[in-house]
């Protein structure tokens, strides 16, 4: 669904990029496959691509739009592979989806104080690129991560956003498995104290 009026609908860079690390199709001979080839998606389109830069943009009301959106409709992990200054809606909305039970996860932004908004907020789960040093969060791979691409095929991407899809998708991967909010958390509880890295071997134990 499309909440940014300010563009009209397209493939856009970014959001494919992000969706494809977490839930890219595996076995069908293109390109990748993803950390839960096997979960569902909610596009919900609150962002637009600037031109050819590749670089995108928000506004609050759209985020909060489609967020209201994925927390009515059951979501159990929301990406938001982005960053910016603190919003109270959204900080409320964030609120709502941890009182239900939903992991929302958003990349950390080292250029940005304590990360950045939503990174920032006490009950999202902040990912940042592995060798940043954080005062908060997780780390996972960020440099040089093959993924898709609009049109078909795929290329490499670097940055804090594909970091967070990567915890995204884990998150996804262990819901697949247990199907309870505790299942899906697991894979945080086997984490590096120092580095923040995520031990992914021993969350599928």
């Known amino acids: 669904r499309n909440f940014a009026p300010q563009s009209p609908p397209k493939p856009e860079y970014h959001g494919t990029e992000v969706a494809g690390i977490i839930a890219a199709n595996a076995r069908n001979g293109i390109g990748i496959a993803g950390i ?5 998606l909610m596009a919900l389109r609150a962002c637009w691509q600037r031109g050819a ?15 209201n959106y994925a927390i009515e409709r059951g979501a159990k992990i929301i990406n938001l592979s982005l960053g910016g200054p603190p919003n109270r809606l959204l900080s409320r909305l964030i609120n709502t989806a941890e009182e239900r039970g939903i992991a929302v996860v958003a990349a950390y932004d080292p250029s940005r104080p304590m990360g950045g908004f939503p990174a920032s907020h006490p009950k999202v789960i902040a990912v940042s690129q592995e060798g940043v040093t954080t005062g908060k969060g997780y780390a996972a791979p960020g440099r040089d991560i093959p993924t ?48 923040r890295k995520i031990d992914i071997a021993a969350t599928f134990e």
């Open 36 to 40: 839960a080839p096997g979960a569902r």
């Open 53 to 67: 830069t590749r670089t995108s943009a928000c506004t609050s009301l759209n985020l909060a739009r489609a967020m």
């Open 148 to 195: 898709t691409q609009p049109g078909g095929g795929f290329h490499f991407v670097t940055g804090s956003s594909y970091s967070a899809a990567h915890v995204t998708g884990l998150l996804a991967s262990n819901f697949e498995r247990s199907r309870t909010r505790r299942g899906t958390w697991h894979a945080l509880e086997h984490t590096d104290s120092k580095t």
